[in-house]
């Protein structure tokens, strides 16, 4: 039986990564799939991950329709085994329907990739809908680290270096910029997000203990 696969964390965590070696490992094994993503730091039609490695990808627009997609590619004689689908959180809920639609009815294997809440802390509607219908969720064990050393559980985005909790929700770090504002992101843990320590206000203002005098 097909499935719904949601493998999801915080940006970091590998989730690109992983979807290249899902990709490369049913392809090895004679396995025809498709990839898609959206909004991929890389540009277009691009999966990326920051390793440095790519993949050519199926660009994923608010009005793509994955389920007449597939069914037109099946008709024409195509063969799809496996669906990748890269930055998943950007999803619609109606395109995360046509997803489980296509492991239910059409028996084929989806691989869905995403993080599960943006940098206000709140639910991407694709991520909400991929826990309420995903056969299996599952959180990646590669750890991304605050800057204090913890284990980071919240994405956070700066706008020229002071972090922001309000805004689009899709704004692509590094590829959406502007002469004015310079986006980026990074992870911090809760206790930091809280209080919008980023790395660079943290050094700023000299939170770091000084050394012990020992010696």
């Known amino acids: 039986m097909a499935e719904l696969h949601f493998f999801t964390g915080t940006m970091d965590s590998g989730k690109s990564t992983l979807a290249l070696q ?16 959206t ?19 199926i660009e994923v627009a608010s009005d793509f329709d994955f389920w007449k997609y597939v069914v037109s590619a099946l008709t024409a004689g195509g ?10 959180q950007f999803y619609s809920r109606n395109q995360i329907d046509q997803l489980a639609k296509i492991a239910d009815e059409l028996q084929i294997d989806v691989f869905a990739f995403g ?16 826990v309420e219908l995903a056969d299996k969720t599952e959180v990646l064990q590669v750890e991304a ?15 020229n270096g ?21 986006v980026s992101y990074e992870v911090l843990c809760r206790q930091h997000h809280r209080r919008r320590l980023t790395a ?16």
């Open 115 to 130: 993080i599960l809440t943006d940098f206000r802390s709140q639910l991407f509607p694709g991520s909400a809908r991929l």
């Open 22 to 37: 899902t990709n490369h490992n049913h392809a090895a094994r004679g396995r025809v799939g498709r990839i898609f993503t």
């Open 162 to 182: 002071a972090m922001v909790t309000e805004g689009e929700v899709v704004v692509v770090g590094d590829v959406d910029q502007s002469d004015d504002v310079d």
């Open 39 to 57: 909004h991929d730091r890389a540009g277009t039609a691009t999966l990326s991950s920051r390793l440095g490695l790519t993949h050519d990808a």
């Open 200 to 215: 660079a206000r943290a050094k700023a203002v000299s939170l770091a203990p000084e050394p012990l005098p020992f010696g």
């Open 79 to 88: 063969r799809i085994d496996y669906l990748i689908c890269d930055e998943a």
């Open 145 to 159: 680290l605050c800057w204090c050393g913890k284990r980071a559980t919240h994405n956070a985005r700066t706008e």
